[in-house]
């Protein structure tokens, strides 16, 4: 094949990310396969083909491939311990060099994006990988100054202005200038998805925005500065606006974007109307990065029950973001 793949990591060798993978390549024609590549373990990948019931073919990418067959690069790490559901630094080395090896063929235009399936935060860092997860990995590995966590779902997208960090240090996290940032990178990702004037809503941090300071000053010191100057540039942005409030309006209708100030205020709503829809994708990276937005689920891992819906609405995201080029 000439057309660059798209490349999927398998993520953490003793979660669900094999099986996700692998029953999502499963659920699609057999020629459009041959779209992906798969960095990973083989031999994690054959065995998850085996618990989920699964006769595919791996095969080596650049060799002559079987039409259908799952086409795998194999990053070969020393002490993988074989199983499902082992929590082990072995494996978080293992995830962060799938990772590393994505980087390296999207970086050299060897690859269109990559797909991400999930790691184990705790097994990365046991690895001496000192990441809060796939986020500030890829904006280290790419050089990126900075990166976003966006939540995509059908009828609702939030993008947050801080992720992986304690609440306090969310509040502080939230200045005029980050809020502006958020602000523009959304508009410019919404724009590149055909959205001619993305509608944005802002979402404020304290109860009813402090209420004119009666529950804290934040959202007037820091939250309505940064939407002020998004306005003064001409952006189609509003708020701050209650919490409690902004997410059912855009999940009707009234906005495309929420920008949230921190990880549970975006998480929580998507999570709930779309817990198997919603597509976590990186902006502000020199490569497009899609995941999953689910974890490893180690309970479940090597039982072939993991539910492969959030990777094929991930691989769908991928190839859209793909068709728009960069």
Request: proline share 6%.
């Amino acid at each position: 094949m000439t057309v660059k793949p798209i490349v999927i990591t398998m993520g953490d060798p003793s979660g669900v990310g094999a099986e996700v993978t692998v029953k999502a390549m499963a659920a699609l024609p057999p020629a459009d396969r041959a779209r992906y590549v798969v960095i990973g373990d083989r031999p994690t990948l054959a065995r998850a083909l085996t618990v989920c019931g699964l006769e595919l073919t791996l095969a080596d990418f650049g060799d002559a491939v079987p039409e259908g067959a799952i086409r795998v690069i194999h990053v070969p790490v020393k002490g993988l311990p074989g199983r499902f559901g082992v929590q082990s630094p072995a494996c978080g080395e293992a995830s962060f060099r799938f990772i590393e090896r994505a980087v390296q063929m999207t970086m050299g235009d060897a690859a269109l994006g990559i797909v991400t399936a999930p790691i184990n935060k705790e097994a990365l860092n046991a690895a001496g990988h000192h990441y809060d997860g796939h986020t500030g990995m890829l904006a280290h590995l790419t050089g990126a100054a900075s990166s976003w966590m966006l939540l995509a779902a059908p009828t609702l997208n939030v993008l947050h202005v801080s992720t992986h960090v304690s609440l306090r240090d969310a509040i502080g996290r939230a200045t005029p200038q980050r809020v502006l940032e958020t602000i523009r990178v959304g508009h410019a990702h919404l724009l590149r998805m055909g959205l001619e004037n993305p509608r944005i809503a802002v979402a404020g941090i304290n109860p009813h925005c402090g209420e004119n300071g009666l529950f804290g000053h934040e959202d007037d010191d820091q939250i309505a500065p940064g939407i002020s100057l998004a306005q003064a540039e001409g952006l189609n942005v509003q708020g701050p606006i209650p919490a409690d409030t902004v997410y059912h309006r855009a999940n009707t209708g009234g906005f495309d974007l929420v920008v949230a100030q921190y990880h549970d205020q975006g998480h929580i709503p998507i999570k709930l109307i779309a817990f198997d829809t919603a597509v976590n994708v990186s902006l502000g990276l020199p490569i497009d990065r899609c995941s999953v937005d689910h974890g490893t689920a180690f309970d479940i891992a090597g039982t072939g029950k993991a539910n492969h819906i959030n990777m094929l609405a991930a691989l769908d995201y991928a190839d859209r973001m793909a068709a728009t080029g960069r």
